[in-house]
């Protein structure tokens, strides 16, 4: 049996929400499972429709039925978890239902833990109203989705909301690629081994590419995403996220604010795009018709409720630096998009080559190892060496292959925990390193903002290309022109 966490109360807002019902009650359920969660933790499911608590548990339990594979459920793990799920309807934006979850916690000593899987326009009030209803104490936390405001303005009114409640040391803002176990798995590959501590510079790496890439389009959520955008859906938090974890220097140990203290270095670090790199430098786009996984499927002016003289982009891809000792002169090239033709999440370190070569000239382009670090679908790790191509007839003639950590291979009996299980478990726990800070998310969005203004003075419309496609033509020109190529090119 695994060593239980502290008991907590958690109050879950949205519980009914596709997020919630996806994600997060699977997430808690493993943990329950796996006897993680505290005997006596309780949760409490807040939403505006009218439930009884049988017919809550049973929409949970469909849930969970839909989404945990049927060897890690059993009758007696399912019934433990529902039996944890009360629930209660409450209008957030009031304070009259509030006094539901004061009575749910007259008589517990346990730290409440609370969950706002809401839009951040609601983020305010229902701090405010858990505060005036004397529902928190000293030992409260708050957990909060992104996207946290739709620009630098929006996001300090919104923290300025929640922090007018909660101490930031209370706040726990969820990005959940931070959860990822080949994320967390950076800080060891970077900081316990020499091999790649020492080659993580300048001097060693040639250049730094990141991708994102999906295959749905937008999924039904044209109302949000038409005013977000790639780029403020993506980019201003998962992918500045990844950048942070790559480019950072050593913290000083392991706690939370010794990594967020790094990662704020590399933000304040980021060279902006602007001016005249704003034509060389980014490339927006928007899907297309096209083919994915041989299905056809509509362009985004073409998806339902659309607007069809919408300029959202659907594509980013950019080049910037991370102006400091470690990384000056290190293009690092980033991009996501929709309707890709694979789901993808990868980084991938590119090593200079050696300064001397003495193999076959037309091989030369081989000659540099990269580091792969798979996020999704499969998560791993492969380094690409270069040996001798075996055979008698080969000569000296070079091959390419991985030296490789397979996740699911190398832990053939152990279950690769979702993202949401390690950020939960660390809310109960009260560690906030996998969470983002407020400063963090403002430099991100300083950033993200100094580009759109860019796009915004210029009023270029986005390139157009297929779905099913990497993106426009002219995001591999961008990387073509430097004399590198996207990783799926080689």
């Given at each position: 049996m695994s060593e239980q966490t502290p008991s907590v109360d958690l109050a879950l807002f949205g519980a009914l929400g596709d997020l919630a019902l996806r994600k997060l009650y699977v997430a808690m359920y493993h943990l329950d499972r796996e006897g993680l969660l505290a005997d006596d933790a309780r949760i409490l499911g807040l939403a505006r429709q009218d439930y009884e608590a049988e017919a809550y548990r049973a929409r949970v339990r469909d849930a969970l039925e839909s989404r945990v594979d049927a060897s890690e459920r059993t009758e007696e793990s399912m019934e433990r978890f529902v039996a944890r799920l009360e629930y209660a309807q409450v209008d957030f934006t009031t304070v009259d239902g509030y006094s539901k979850i004061a009575d749910w916690r007259k008589d517990s000593s346990r730290p409440l833990v609370?969950?706002?899987?809401?839009?951040?326009?609601?983020?305010?009030?229902?701090?405010?109203?858990?505060?005036?209803?004397?529902?928190?104490?000293?030992?409260?936390?708050v957990v909060v989705e992104k996207p946290?405001?739709?620009?630098?303005?929006?996001?300090?009114?919104?923290?300025?909301?929640?922090?007018?409640?909660?101490?930031?040391?209370?706040i726990y803002r969820i990005d959940h690629y931070l959860g990822k176990e080949t994320v967390q798995n950076l800080l060891a590959l970077r900081f316990a081994n020499p091999l790649f501590g020492d080659q993580w510079n300048q001097s060693k790496v040639s250049h730094v590419e990141i991708t994102v890439a999906e295959t749905v389009g937008i999924e039904g959520r044209w109302g949000y995403f038409d005013q977000a955008g790639q780029l403020r859906d993506m980019v201003q938090n998962h992918l500045m996220q990844l950048l942070c974890m790559i480019a950072m220097d050593p913290p000083s140990n392991l706690d939370?604010?010794?990594?967020?203290?790094?990662?704020?270095?590399?933000?304040?670090?980021?060279?902006?795009?602007?001016?005249?790199?704003?034509?060389?430098?980014?490339?927006?786009?928007?899907?297309i018709a096209g083919s994915v996984g041989g299905k056809q499927v509509p362009g985004y002016l073409d998806e339902e409720d659309a607007n069809t003289e919408s300029r959202t982009e659907t594509f980013v891809a950019f080049k910037t630096e991370v102006s400091n000792w470690r990384w000056a002169g290190v293009p690092f090239y980033l991009r996501t998009g929709k309707r890709m033709p694979e789901k993808l999440s990868q980084i991938v370190i590119h090593f200079r080559q050696q300064p001397h070569y003495i193999f076959d000239p037309d091989q030369r382009s081989l000659a540099a190892n990269k580091l792969v670090i798979k996020l999704q679908p499969e998560e791993g790790i492969a380094l690409q060496v270069l040996t001798k191509d075996s055979?008698?007839?080969?000569?000296?003639?070079?091959?390419?292959?991985?030296?490789?950590?397979?996740?699911?291979?190398?832990?053939?009996?152990?279950?690769?925990p979702d993202a949401y299980e390690r950020l939960l478990l660390e809310v109960m726990k009260g560690q906030q390193y996998l969470f983002v800070r407020r400063d963090e998310i403002e430099f991100a969005w300083r950033w993200v903002d100094t580009l759109i203004e860019g796009w915004q003075a210029r009023d270029v419309p986005p390139k157009r290309y297929p779905a099913g496609s990497w993106g426009p033509v002219s995001s591999i020109a961008m990387i073509t022109k430097d004399g590198f190529s996207w990783y799926e090119d080689y």
């Open positions: 609370v969950y706002l899987s809401v839009p951040a326009s609601l983020y305010g009030d229902i701090c405010q109203h858990l505060e005036s209803s004397g529902c928190l104490d000293e030992h409260s936390r946290i405001g739709y620009d630098l303005e929006t996001s300090i009114e919104i923290n300025d909301a929640i922090g007018a409640v909660f101490d930031e040391t209370s939370a604010d010794s990594i967020r203290d790094e990662k704020v270095k590399v933000l304040k670090a980021l060279r902006p795009i602007e001016g005249d790199m704003l034509n060389t430098d980014v490339v927006r786009g928007q899907y055979g008698l007839d080969k000569g000296m003639r070079l091959r390419q292959g991985p030296l490789h950590l397979d996740f699911h291979k190398a832990f053939p009996k152990a279950r690769i």
